[in-house]
């Protein structure tokens, strides 16, 4: 697992998504692009904050990923914030679409990279969202983390 993790070349990263929901079983997604939209994200250019991802017709669709266009494209360029489709197995996308459906979860969008191959790929989770109060006791947790490792910095 760690060395899989050091052939990732991180495109965009979802921070907001772990304060916002408690994060559940984490999927690996295709995507479906075009040519221009590979070249811009090999440019290190995507949005993932704003995005969700829904199931409609028996697949999964990224929704308000902003991909940005590409500059030396001229006309063949592509809609920066079109609809995706994701590229999983069938059991995977049943899963998902049960989630959503009877447990009330939602499909998160956590990061997107290019893997060892150089493929896109977006990682995925069923999530919960989070009460207010869960985010207190979040930030809190994080707080007394960062004091305490200042501390043990200090004294020893």
């Known amino acids: 697992m760690a060395k899989a993790e050091t052939n990732r070349k991180l495109v965009a990263d979802n921070r907001r998504a772990r304060f916002d929901y408690e994060i559940g079983e984490t999927f690996e997604a295709g995507l479906q692009l075009v040519g221009t939209e590979v070249k811009s994200l090999r440019q290190n250019k995507a949005n993932i904050a704003e995005s969700y991802v829904s199931p409609e017709g028996g697949e999964i669709w990224l929704i308000n990923a902003n991909i940005p266009e590409y500059l030396q494209a001229n006309q063949f360029n592509h809609e ?6 994701l590229l999983l197995h069938q059991r995977e996308i049943d899963k998902l679409a049960q989630g959503v459906e009877r447990e009330g979860m939602t499909i998160v969008p956590l990061k ?40 043990l910095k200090e004294l020893g």
């Open 112 to 151: 997107l990279y290019f893997n060892a191959r150089g493929i896109a790929k977006l990682e995925i989770a069923l999530a919960k969202g989070k009460k207010a109060h869960d985010k207190r006791e979040t930030e809190k947790k994080r707080d007394w983390q960062r004091e305490k490792s200042r501390l």
């Open 80 to 85: 920066p914030r079109r609809k995706r489709r």
